[in-house]
């Protein structure tokens, strides 16, 4: 299985923000389409990536005590002080074992899927292990068939 047998699986909504976007909208953009990242763009090109991790460490700072370097302004804040700058991207042609382990290596749980310098989709650690748990469903019942001498799998 590959990247693009995955990406053909979900529906083909890619969300996307601007750098200079306030990242007061960037996150109702998140919750309102229940994403778990956005993709960055600006003239038409990956610049960035934002997910929960980059939410979070943003987060953590507000929470620093008042009068210290680390507090930030939310209200001020843009999606560009916050994003992933250098995201990790994947080819639809990688292959599923390959990009299971670049995903637990790199510990980055949204990747976006780059073909010719256009984004195509994001896969998320869920979806992967989506695929694979189908995967092994569809094997389970063919085997199963054929252990059990039916000429025919069973449907799901």
């Known amino acids: 299985m590959r990247v693009i047998d995955i990406l053909r699986t979900k529906p083909g909504v890619l969300y996307t923000t601007s750098p200079d976007t306030p990242i007061s909208k960037a996150l109702l953009n998140i919750a309102n389409h229940d994403a778990g990242s956005l993709i960055v763009m600006k003239d038409n090109r990956l610049v960035g990536l934002l997910s929960f991790r980059e939410i979070i460490n943003m987060l953590a700072l507000q929470l620093a005590p008042q009068g210290s370097e680390a507090a930030i302004d939310l209200q001020s804040l843009k999606v560009k002080d916050v994003m992933n700058t250098q995201p990790v991207v ?16 790199l510990r980055q749980r949204f990747m976006p899927v780059v073909e010719k310098d256009v984004v195509i989709g994001v896969l998320s650690f869920y979806d992967v292990a989506k ?8 094997e389970n019942r063919y085997l199963k068939a054929y252990i059990n001498d039916q000429h025919e799998a069973p449907q799901p």
């Open 90 to 105: 994947i080819d639809p042609q990688m292959d599923l074992h390959t990009l299971r382990g670049l995903m637990v290596s």
């Open 131 to 138: 695929a694979v748990h189908e995967s092994q469903e569809a």
